[in-house]
RNA sequence: CGGGAGAUGGCAGAGCUGGUCGAAUGCGGCGGUCUUGAAAACCGUUGAGGUUAACAGCCUCCGGGGGUUCGAAUCCCCCUCUCCCGGCCA
């Protein structure tokens, strides 16, 4: 959630920043007229119940005297009676302040570039040349002959955008999973296993409640839905609390399923496995004091980036622009794997810094000295399984049909099993 | 899923015959005295949010929601969660 303080203080800050997240000004100004009428409605509110609680206390004193009580009971049930009655105007605006502020975005970082969609991203760098084929490469999906995934099975048994891997794509993709968080913790991040599902006031603390409920797989009757990342449940699970300053910054990383509805992904990707319903992920959570994620931010995306780099995968940085920023960030690099076969970059993961934004809506504050401030947090894939899956395969294909393995993964498939 | 007990401040744990209770006490934390230093002992301090120039005052919060009352941590109803017993199960 905004700073509705901000908004308040200077206006023209928050709605500058919005315009990058192409926010109407509109919008704010109505935002910013019930936030004051409900704090002069609480103030309203506040004088009256101030009255009662005083008058309240006269009872056990006139009783002690011997004096009438009478008159002073029906002053205050008047009274009461008026409580009731701003109190529920209290509540009412109260809601609206909320379904307006909760759909609110977070305010761009004022380096975020300008811009409409991806078309307007800003390259920061190239790790790795992509290597020269003699032959031409192939997609993914095309790599056959060595039955790594099976399309069609996956979706008999559950339906489309859900695949099934098999063979040597199993191997692989286990092994990079324990490479993966192998290498985060060797980054200082500790490993955490997570539920898969998670409740709404989790999701509306990351910001995927209440605006994008139509993306998430709910359980029907339960208030539980299969977290979309782990990010989720590994943000969360600071909410509520009051972290002393000296614990921070809190490195975190998870393996997890992924589930997602992609409701307005139609017609994209719809070949291979991109894009699924279902799909595994190493998360990376941090959760830092204001001054330090920056700084932690760009471990991360390092993290990241020397991944790709140890997996010999080429790879880019990209930072997102204003139109194509996520609800929460604050700013985000992207980093994109090459894909020989597609012949073009691909997200492979994505660095976020959501600020006090997610922390504000969860509560997750720390302690410095006397003071309770909110905490940054950061999310960012460590990398896609599934993605990464892809782009070894695509990058290291033999002319074959086959597939080497990254050396690095190597120790990870021992014993060794025969990989083709 | 059935039966029983419970949910109070960082933790432990009183209060629950309704009224100066935001809440005793212990532990922990912080500050101090003492000490070469530390421990012990002693003194003080120590929940969160909002309003505000203000750590003055005021308001809200004793799992969540609703009710009774002039007044509720305390009484009533609903929900959720936790623990114990049984059932089922990896």
């Known amino acids: 959630m905004i700073d509705l303080k901000l908004l308040e203080r200077d206006f023209e800050q928050v709605a500058e920043a919005l ?18 009428k409900v704090k002069e409605q609480k103030r309203l509110l506040e ?12 009872f056990p004193v006139y009783q002690k005297e011997g004096k009438d009580i009478s008159q002073l009971k029906a002053l205050l049930a008047q009274n009461k009676e008026q409580i009731a009655k701003e109190q529920e105007a209290l509540r009412e ?35 790795l040349e992509p290597k020269a084929f003699d032959f031409k490469p192939k997609e993914h999906w095309e790599l056959d002959a060595i039955e790594w995934i099976d ?4 979706v008999k048994i559950s339906k489309s955008r859900f695949s099934v891997l098999k063979n040597g794509a199993s191997k692989v993709a286990r092994a990079l999973i324990n490479y993966m968080i ?10 955490y296993t997570l539920p898969y599902l998670v409740n709404a006031k989790a999701l509306l603390g990351t910001g995927q409640l209440p605006k994008f409920e139509d993306d998430l797989f709910k359980i029907e009757g339960e208030d539980l839905y299969l977290i979309p990342t782990a990010e989720v449940p590994l943000t969360n699970l600071y909410q509520d609390e009051i972290i002393p300053k000296e614990r921070l910054p809190l490195k975190m990383t998870a393996y997890s399923e992924c589930f997602r509805k992609e409701a307005g992904s ?11 319903h279902q799909f595994s992920k190493v998360e990376l959570v941090s959760i830092t004091s204001q001054e330090e994620s920056d700084a932690v931010f760009n471990e991360m995306v390092e993290c990241a980036s020397d991944l790709l780099t140890s997996l010999g995968l080429p790879h880019r940085l990209v930072m997102l622009c204003g139109g194509d920023l996520g609800f929460s960030a604050a700013k985000t690099i992207d980093l994109e794997v090459w894909l020989p076969g597609q012949g073009r970059y691909r997200e492979i993961s994505s660095v976020s810094n959501t600020r006090d934004f997610q ?25 896609a399984v599934g993605r990464t899956l892809i782009a070894i395969m695509e990058n290291y294909q ?6 080497a393995i990254p050396d690095v993964l190597k120790p990870y498939l021992e014993p060794k099993v025969k990989i083709e």
């Open 47 to 58: 004088s009256l119940q101030a009255k009662q609680n005083a008058n309240s206390k006269l």
């Open 266 to 276: 139609a017609g994209r990707d719809t070949r291979g496995i991109i894009r699924q």
């Open 398 to 403: 033999q002319a074959d049909g086959t597939v």
């Open 182 to 191: 192998d290498f985060n913790e060797s980054h200082g991040f500790s490993e």
């Open 151 to 154: 399309f069609e099975r996956g």
């Open 93 to 127: 605006l109260e809601d609206k302040l909320y379904a307006i502020a909760l759909n609110v975005p977070n305010l761009p970082d004022s380096d975020v570039p300008e811009g409409e969609d991806e078309e307007h991203n800003v390259e920061l760098k190239r790790v």
């Open 19 to 36: 315009k990058k997240k192409r926010i109407d000004e509109k919008l704010l100004l109505k935002l910013k007229e019930v936030s004051g």
């Open 359 to 383: 922390a504000r809506r969860a509560k997750i504050r720390y302690k410095e000295g006397k003071k309770n401030i909110l905490a940054h947090t950061l999310n960012g894939s460590s990398l």
